[in-house]
Each structure stands twice: as structure tokens, then as C-alpha cells.
């Protein structure tokens, strides 16, 4: 029942930070398997959804840290290998544009793509933000303003 | 194109058909299935025969002989009795053995006072070697 009522914004969530299906299909699966595993120590007091959203983001940035340690990627090459995927994956749709603002966003640093995503696709609010990633709300509001300077100004340059 | 705005949000990421439909029933088998199989009769023989075989050559190399013995500490290792009797029956003269050596005269000395020392005082190696044939 948690699984159908979270998968998708688990999995999209997910999938614009790995940008590959076969890696989101996995992480999807692990943070379904971690929450089935602590769901004991969820608190009340936090939201499920935001506690689900935690877990799913740390999985993300630990999978991207591992990927660039495990082929000594610099974060240059990670980059390009998934602005890669976003132009040839054949389960990658969207016009020209919307795949240009994907690579945009792909040159942010991991945090920032994260904050960004967040707000941007799924539109939360700073402060269920705030829970999720841990950071102030100051500084949340600072690097997605920053953030979207520097989609805009990518998306103007190429 | 500048502006995030002019910019209209659609998910551009797909999944193969059926994939969420199948998702709740992979992640569900992932979790009734038990953690750690049962391991088969061979490979627990396997690996504890692998265990007792790196420990006795760890043991081995441990306990066993330290190194390889030198010629000299072999040769020290023989009975000054026994190397003249193995000289008696071979034929070899003394002064062959010295004339090949490279020693000095102070090591010849000490050598001849070794060599003495095992016979009465009077008698010197020549005779001994002739009393023994």
C-alpha cells in the first residue's frame, strides 16, 4: 500500500537526479526495502512523506558519490556522461528545450540539482524542504535563487 | 530562451510499460525473500578444508626450517673423525685440500692447532692418518 501510494514521486524523484531508468529502478526499490526495514523508527511527529522523501534523497546522493568513486569520475565527465543519456536514452522524451533545461540542470552541483528539483518539478514548500535536506530555510531559498541564475544563464549560452 | 519561465514543465522521463503496475510485487518478493540462503554441504567442506590447509602452511612457514644451511655450516656440522676417515678412503692428500683453499697462514695455524689439538701431542696429522690405514 506505501509502495503504491509513494512509487511515483519516490521513483521521478529519483530519476532526475540519476537520470538513467535501470539505476532509478534500483534505488526506488532499496528505499522502498530501507523504509520497510526502519519504518519502527518513524516518528509520528514527522511527516511520512518527508521522511520517505530523506531517505530517498540520501540514497541518491550516495549513489552519485559511489558512481564517481568507483570509476574515478572527475564531476565533469559525470556530467557529461548523463547530459548523455538525456539526449540518446530512448525512454527520454520532451522536446529540444525541456532536454536543454535537463542538461542545465545537470551542471549544478548535486545539492543544488536536489533543492532545485524540489522546488522546480515538485513544487514544495521551504520548509517540508527544509526537513527533507536538513538545511535552513535561508540558505535553501539562496541556492535555488542561485540556481535558477545559472539554468537561465546556461540556457541563454548554448 | 532566458527566462524559466517560458520554459512549460512536462515530465520528460518515462518508464517501460507496466512498470509501476509491477513495481509493488518486485519490491514485496525482494522482502519475503529470506536474507541469506542456505549454504550447500560442499561449500561449507570447501571452505573450511581451505582454512586448514593456509593455516598449516602458515604453521609450516612458521615452525619449519628457517633457511637453507651454507656449505660452511654443513661442513661444520661433520666430525673432524669422520672427514679424516672419509679423506683416508678417498686418496686426498692434505696439501691438495690447502693448496685449493684460500686462506691465510694465521687461519693454517689455527686450523693445524684445531686439528692437533684432537691427538696426543706428539703426533702430528700425517701420523695419525698413517696409524689409520
Known amino acids: 500500500m506505501l509502495v503504491r501510494t509513494y512509487q511515483k514521486r519516490v521513483y521521478y524523484l529519483i530519476r532526475k537526479m540519476v537520470i538513467d531508468h535501470d539505476d532509478a529502478d534500483d534505488l526506488t526499490q532499496e528505499v522502498f526495502i530501507k523504509i520497510h526495514r526502519h519504518i519502527n523508527n518513524f516518528r509520528e511527529d514527522a511527516q511520512l512523506f518527508t521522511w520517505i522523501y530523506r531517505i530517498a534523497t540520501n540514497e541518491c546522493l550516495s549513489f552519485l558519490q559511489r558512481k564517481k568513486r568507483r570509476f574515478f569520475l572527475p564531476i565533469g565527465d559525470l556530467v557529461e556522461e548523463l547530459s548523455s543519456k538525456v539526449d540518446n536514452s530512448p525512454l527520454v522524451s520532451g522536446d529540444e528545450i525541456q532536454k536543454k533545461l535537463q542538461k542545465a540542470i545537470l551542471q549544478l552541483p548535486e545539492k543544488q540539482r536536489l533543492v532545485f528539483n524540489l522546488k522546480y518539478f515538485d513544487d514544495l514548500p521551504y520548509e517540508q524542504m527544509a526537513e527533507i535536506t536538513g538545511t535552513s530555510i535561508g540558505a535553501l531559498k539562496a541556492s535555488y535563487h542561485h540556481a535558477v541564475k545559472k539554468i537561465e544563464e546556461y540556457l541563454e549560452n548554448h | ?133
Request: no cysteine.
Open chain 2, 1 to 133: 530562451m532566458k527566462d524559466l519561465n517560458d520554459i512549460p514543465k512536462k515530465e520528460i522521463f518515462e518508464v517501460p510499460d507496466g512498470y509501476f503496475e509491477h513495481l509493488p510485487q518486485v519490491i514485496q518478493s525482494r522482502i519475503t525473500k529470506p536474507k541469506k540462503q542456505e549454504r550447500p554441504y560442499l561449500q561449507v567442506v570447501v571452505r573450511y578444508a581451505l582454512a586448514i590447509v593456509i593455516a598449516f602452511v602458515v604453521l609450516w612457514l612458521w615452525f619449519g626450517p628457517s633457511k637453507q644451511q651454507t656449505a660452511e655450516e654443513l661442513l661444520a656440522g661433520v666430525q673432524a673423525e669422520e672427514l679424516i676417515q672419509y679423506l683416508n678412503e678417498t686418496g686426498v692428500e692434505l696439501d691438495d685440500i690447502f693448496s685449493s683453499l684460500e686462506i691465510d697462514e694465521v687461519e693454517v695455524d689455527r686450523i693445524e692447532e684445531e686439528v692437533f689439538g684432537l691427538f696426543p701431542e706428539e703426533t702430528t696429522l700425517d701420523e695419525h692418518i698413517l696409524q689409520q690405514l
